[in-house]
């Protein structure tokens, strides 16, 4: 940190370097603002990150990649800036180990899927219901870039909205109201125990719930997750963000790496942020604020009266007990997703599945030669309940699970390291480190969610507990929001 961007007053601040953050500071950068971006870490990218150990690259959080077909969040942050990212298509997306020992590959292909579908669940309405979900998870996608001053909670918000009104919006306006558990029933699939089962374990990767609290809208994009382009990206989804990162410091912006913003007031009409970098404190100033960090930690920054928002707590959130592991590989897998399903709950944490991610056999970079690396993870519920635990125990189970599922052998193994909520704090700063955004909770309509204005004046959220929030592209689009409704404001 220089005194340079300690005396000036900058045109936006941003916190953090998440996808949220990161898909603004890039818009505004595109429209010649000078962004100052303030970064905790050492390394960019908060959830989606990659890191080195004993030679190995980790994925820090995420590992699957949609965002980049047309409609969706990533292809127009892309398609705007110019940026290129490397990324290479996934055929297939995943596959899918069942408690009862069936495998079924998740087809990218509507009616390959489908025909897998029938093979495993039976044929009794799986064409109907999966025919549905993705009719409704297309005009979801096509929707939600038309959609940009959603969810209004301003006048000025609607006159946008009625100009990219089409009548068939209201057609699905009731799959907001309906459970994914009463969209089951009217297909007559609540009675497949097995397919229930499925839906479940595969509602959590994406929304963070299950059947009786995910709305069909959000139910529906979320299963069809990999019947659009999912994509690896070689070394590692750090080149996801640094690339982001680049363009930043490119057009006249900066990432500030290991600077933390520790309290943000307005004493004068400008904005203040108090922040450490390393053991040094400095004041910066802004005309304009971007908060790309959970509302539940922005409000404890924020020493100003902030817009009315419903925060979620501990007992609503999740976490993830995730671990990485280097290996010498006995086989070429022929799909590097894999959720599998458990026939016990994994001690301690009770989770149900394992979502596991190998390296693209054909990536080299991010392993010695001839070996390989895998993450783990799964879901912690009630972090701050669990915020700790023995990881020994848990770390075991699930190698024992990879071991019985073949993806490893004992004596191959060379560096396994497990990260708890406790870590996830350390690593994103994020409160009880609960990840992965707000759950879809049945009452929490699209509309009741929260919105990206923060003071009223020139301070914004974005990121995975603003709408849409969830996952790589939820947090993208939330960032394109977050800079439309600055535009929609006329703050820039
Ligand atoms: C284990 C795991 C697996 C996941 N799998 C997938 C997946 O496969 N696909 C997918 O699409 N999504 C996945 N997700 C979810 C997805 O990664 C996140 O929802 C999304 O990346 C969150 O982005 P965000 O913008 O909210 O910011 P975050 O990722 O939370 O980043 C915020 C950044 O701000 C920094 N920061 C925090 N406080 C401060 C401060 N005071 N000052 C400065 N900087 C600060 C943090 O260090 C961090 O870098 C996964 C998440 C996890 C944890």
């Known amino acids: 940190m220089n005194v340079e961007i300690a005396d000036k007053i900058h045109d936006v601040i941003i916190i953090g370097t998440g996808m949220g953050s990161l898909t603004t500071?890039?818009?505004?950068?595109?429209?010649?603002?000078?962004?100052l971006v303030l970064e905790r870490n050492l390394l960019p990218g908060g959830c989606v990150s990659s890191y080195y150990r004993k030679g190995f690259v980790f994925e820090a959080g995420a590992t699957t990649l949609v965002g980049l077909d047309e409609h969706m969040p990533l292809k127009y942050l892309l398609d705007e800036t110019g940026i290129n990212i490397n990324a290479q298509q996934l055929d297939p997306p995943m596959q899918v180990h069942l408690k009862n020992n069936v495998s079924l590959t998740r087809h990218q292909d509507i009616d390959d899927w489908i025909a897998e579908a029938e093979r495993v669940?039976?044929?009794?309405?799986?064409?109907?219901?999966?025919?549905?979900?993705?009719?409704?998870?297309?005009?979801?996608?096509?929707t939600s870039l038309q959609q940009l001053s959603f969810p209004p909670t301003q006048l000025r918000d609607l006159l946008p909205m009625a100009k990219n009104f089409r009548p068939r919006q209201l057609g699905y306006a009731k799959a907001?109201?309906?459970?994914?558990?009463?969209?089951?029933?009217?297909?007559?699939l609540l009675d497949n125990s097995s397919f229930v089962d499925f839906v479940n374990e595969q509602l959590l990767i994406t929304a963070q719930n299950k059947i009786e609290e995910v709305n069909v809208l959000f139910g529906a994009t979320a299963l069809?997750?990999?019947?659009?382009?999912?994509?690896?990206?070689?070394?590692?989804?750090?080149?996801?963000?640094?690339?982001?990162?680049?363009?930043?410091?490119?057009?006249?912006g900066y990432v500030a790496t290991r600077t933390k913003a520790i309290r943000i007031d307005k004493p004068n009409g400008v904005y203040q942020i108090q922040a450490r970098h390393r053991k040094q404190?400095?004041?910066?100033?802004?005309k304009r604020i971007v908060s790309g960090i959970p509302l539940n930690n922005t409000l404890e920054l924020f020493s100003l009266p902030t817009r009315k928002k419903s925060l979620m707590e501990s007992a609503q959130l999740v976490s993830a007990f995730s671990l990485g592991v280097g290996f010498r590989p006995h086989k070429t897998p022929d799909c590097i997703h894999h959720q599998i399903h458990l026939k016990q709950p994994l001690p301690l944490i009770a989770?149900?599945?394992?979502?596991?991610?190998?390296?693209?056999?054909?990536?080299?970079?991010?392993?010695?030669?001839?070996?390989?690396?895998?993450?783990?993870?799964?879901?912690?519920?009630?972090?701050?309940?669990?915020?700790?635990?023995?990881?020994?125990?848990?770390?075991?189970?699930?190698?024992?699970?990879?071991?019985?599922?073949?993806?490893?052998?004992?004596?191959?193994?060379q560096y396994v390291h497990a990260s708890t909520p406790s870590s996830w704090e350390n690593w994103t700063g994020r409160k009880y480190g609960f990840v992965g955004g707000y759950p879809q909770?049945?009452?929490?309509?699209?509309?009741?969610?929260?919105?990206?204005r923060l003071d009223g004046k020139a301070a914004y959220v974005c990121g995975d507990t603003t709408y849409p929030g969830q996952g790589i592209p939820g947090a993208c689009l939330s960032g394109i929001i977050a800079y439309q409704k600055m535009k929609l404001d006329g703050i820039i």
């Open 224 to 252: 069809c997750y990999t019947n659009y382009g999912n994509y690896y990206v070689p070394g590692g989804l750090i080149n996801l963000v640094q690339p982001l990162c680049d363009y930043i410091n490119d057009h006249k």
């Open 25 to 35: 500071a890039c818009l505004l950068a595109k429209d010649g603002y000078e962004v």
């Open 281 to 286: 404190e400095f004041t910066l100033k802004a």
């Open 351 to 413: 989770a149900d599945s394992i979502f596991v991610s190998l390296n693209h056999p054909d990536d080299l970079s991010r392993t010695p030669e001839g070996m390989a690396v895998l993450n783990v993870s799964t879901h912690v519920h009630h972090p701050e309940k669990n915020y700790t635990f023995d990881k020994e125990i848990v770390q075991q189970s699930i190698i024992n699970t990879l071991i019985k599922h073949d993806f490893l052998k004992q004596e191959n193994i």
């Open 441 to 452: 909770y049945l009452k929490i309509k699209p509309w009741r969610m929260n919105d990206a």
């Open 121 to 142: 669940f039976g044929i009794k309405n799986q064409r109907a219901f999966w025919e549905y979900c993705y009719k409704v998870s297309r005009f979801v996608w096509e």
């Open 176 to 188: 907001a109201f309906t459970s994914m558990k009463a969209l089951l029933a009217k297909y007559d």
